[in-house]
């Protein structure tokens, strides 16, 4: 067809002769399908490894961890089900030689005798010591089991409920807490975490952050 | 019989139905075959993930959705110039006589249409290659009516200008 412009031109009729070989695959349909299906399960895939990785961040994040691990740089000081991450300037020492243990009178003669003296466990850093020891539950009005001093304070210690101890009532230089621990047959023990050499805030500070 | 199965019975009937226009059409806005195949399989692929809602008109759906795509592919070539379209290519070879019969002299009416301004191509494809209307093409196309016409009128006396020096071109290579 001549396209010259002194013709009659007529663009509709010459772009229809000029494109009529113009044509689609026949299987242009089934392909777009296709391709629509397999977009869709890459959309699921991306979906669920997407959610996948958003529960290991908060994972992360939240700090979950196998059991017994600690974080790195960090001490871990154990006691039956508690498990207290010190700081790396701490390191875990036998009760006995501990300064702040029942041992070297660190702790009022009266406590010592009321927990079994194995399930004791102390760490030391430079200017500071600390034991944790478990006793029989510290319920008002439990026979056998210590009582708590009247000005004892309640406090929120991480996941756990327990008192902090007024100065100079067990640990004469340092700060103690009561730890509670809900069991499901009731409690069983109470944990207490004296210390030497920490003050009141610094020791609710270091429990509430690494007690587990 | 699903819906998800009557929806591809649907979508299959538009294609054989429309697709040869929008490939016509991709064919002159973009610069080569390929171009405008892989822009139509976009096309239809976007009209079938919402053909709940094209169906209702999917031939308009399509064109509208064919002409987003060829802009993108526009301001994409515009914004990386590095890679050059075919058009560059063919007229270096338009004067080139050994490289010349690469070129498809069967659609030198295409090669002309895609020398013009963005809007004059995209109004001449509408109006005389999917036989739009001026006012379908205006709301197509988002512009106002009278620039529908305006840009018609200028684009044909373009192709008037234009067309006698490509046939030249064509029959200086090609004398039968």
């Known amino acids: 067809m001549s396209i010259h412009p002194d013709d009659d031109f007529n663009l509709r009729a010459a772009l229809a002769s000029e494109l009529s070989d113009v044509l689609p695959d026949d299987q242009l349909a089934g392909a777009i399908i296709a391709r629509h299906r397999a977009g869709r399960r890459r959309h699921r895939v991306a979906g669920a490894v997407g959610l996948v990785i958003v529960f290991a961040g908060v994972a992360v994040s939240l700090g979950l961890r196998a059991p017994g691990a600690s974080r790195p740089g960090h001490v871990p000081l154990r006691l039956a089900p508690y498990t207290l991450e010190l700081p790396g300037q701490y390191h875990s020492v036998p009760v006995r030689s501990a300064s702040c243990g029942p041992a070297n009178g660190g702790i009022h003669p009266g406590l010592s005798s009321t927990g079994n003296p194995a399930a004791m466990t102390a760490a030391i850093a430079s200017g500071a010591c600390l034991v944790m020891l478990l006793t029989s539950p510290f319920t008002p009005g439990t026979r056998g089991g210590p009582s708590l001093p009247r000005d004892a304070r309640p406090v929120a210690l991480g996941q756990y409920r327990g008192w902090l101890i007024p100065r100079g009532w067990w640990q004469p230089g340092g700060a103690t807490v009561v730890v509670e621990r809900a069991e499901p047959g009731g409690r069983l023990q109470d944990l207490i975490i004296t210390s030497a050499g920490l003050s009141q805030p610094a020791m609710l500070s270091l429990v509430s952050a690494g007690l587990s | ?176």
């Open chain 2, 1 to 176: 019989m699903s819906r998800s199965r009557d929806r591809e019975i649907e979508f299959t009937a538009f294609v054989e139905a429309g697709s040869a226009s929008l490939l016509r059409a991709a064919l002159v806005l973009l610069d080569t075959r390929e171009e405008a195949e892989d822009a139509v399989q976009t096309v239809l692929l976007r009209t079938f993930r919402r053909w709940e809602q094209a169906k209702q008109a999917p031939e308009a759906y399509s064109r509208t959705v064919l002409v987003n795509v060829c802009r993108e592919r526009w301001r994409y070539r515009a914004r990386h110039p590095e890679a050059p379209g075919i058009m560059a290519y063919a007229d270096q070879l338009a004067d080139v006589a050994s490289f010349a019969e690469a070129v498809d002299r069967r659609h030198v009416l295409v090669r002309v249409l895609r020398r013009l301004p963005a809007v004059q191509r995209e109004v001449l494809v509408f109006r005389y290659l999917l036989d739009a209307t001026v006012a379908e093409t205006a709301a197509t196309l988002g512009v106002a009516e009278g620039t529908v016409k305006s840009a018609a009128s200028r684009g044909l006396e373009q192709l008037r200008v234009l067309l006698p020096a490509e046939e030249k071109k064509v029959r200086r290579v090609d004398p039968s």
